[in-house]
């Protein structure tokens, strides 16, 4: 059984910084693509960024374009865990953290693509 605990999240001010944790079992991250998505209220859920190792480089890593150079995804796999390190924080980041996991298919910016995902942290960041 595959489960997922989410934590880190919390209340801070525009410009602070979050470190959001994802601890995995069930699964060996090194085989899966690692992602974390978000949903504010109202909204859609939307993709941050993903993490996924390589045979010929440590990793691959994408970023949605609005945390670009904000946001840091990583992982270690000895601990099953992947991290999400977000600095400057922004208003607009206000949402539920997700994080989630995806074999070799499907793009990894869609979260349909995602067969397993953790409860969510919620992340609220006031102006």
């Known amino acids: 059984q595959v489960q997922f605990v989410e934590s880190g999240g919390g209340l801070v001010q525009a410009g602070d910084s979050l470190r959001l944790s994802c601890s995995v079992s069930g699964l060996t991250l090194s085989t899966y693509t690692m992602g974390w998505f978000r949903q504010a209220s109202g909204k859609e859920r939307e993709f941050v960024a993903a993490?996924?190792?390589?045979?010929?480089?440590?990793?691959?890593?994408w970023y949605a374009d609005s945390v670009k150079g904000r946001f840091t995804i990583s992982k270690d796999d000895a601990k099953n865990t992947v991290y999400l390190q977000m600095n400057n924080l922004k208003p607009e980041d206000t949402a539920v953290y997700y994080c989630?996991?995806?074999?070799?298919?499907?793009?990894?910016?869609?979260?349909?693509?995602?067969?397993?995902w953790g409860q969510g942290t919620q992340v609220t960041v006031s102006s």
């Open positions: 989630a996991a995806k074999g070799d298919d499907g793009d990894y910016y869609r979260a349909t693509n995602y067969h397993s």
């Open positions: 993490i996924r190792s390589s045979a010929y480089i440590s990793y691959y890593v």
